[in-house]
Nanobody, 123 residues
């Protein structure tokens, strides 16, 4: 298992930027696919982005393509989510998650989860 701790959330105006970080501890970080999910008020948790073990493959939900960038630094056991051109509809609790195997979008395919960090985008 891997323990995950997110940071970097906060309040930002529409059009602004935030960078989320997710620090991992436990078993070898580079063996995990890492994903970011979010859960807005009254909504189900949804896939945002994922990155393969060494960063060669990434995947994004359509609504964040061109605005969000996922990256990782295996030497620091950390995955990042750079969020630019933020919109009020991006308001949510953002979670990072880890899984073995290949990049995936389904929540149930991720085994380990962080506690989440709140992102609020004001209009």
């Amino acid at each position: 298992q891997v323990q995950l701790v997110e940071s970097g959330g906060g309040l930002v105006q529409a059009g602004g930027s935030l960078r989320l970080s997710c620090a991992a501890s436990g078993r070898a970080f580079s063996t995990y696919v890492m994903g970011w999910f979010r859960q807005g008020p009254g909504k189900e948790r949804e896939f945002v982005a994922a990155i393969s073990q060494f960063g060669g493959m990434t995947d994004y939900r359509d609504s964040v393509k061109g605005r969000f960038t996922i990256s990782r630094d295996n030497a620091k056991n950390t995955v990042y989510l750079q969020m630019d051109s933020l919109k009020p509809e991006d308001t949510a609790v953002y979670y990072c998650a880890a899984r073995g195997g290949s990049v995936a979008r389904t929540r149930t395919e991720y085994r380990d989860w962080g506690q989440g960090t709140q992102v609020t985008v004001s209009s």
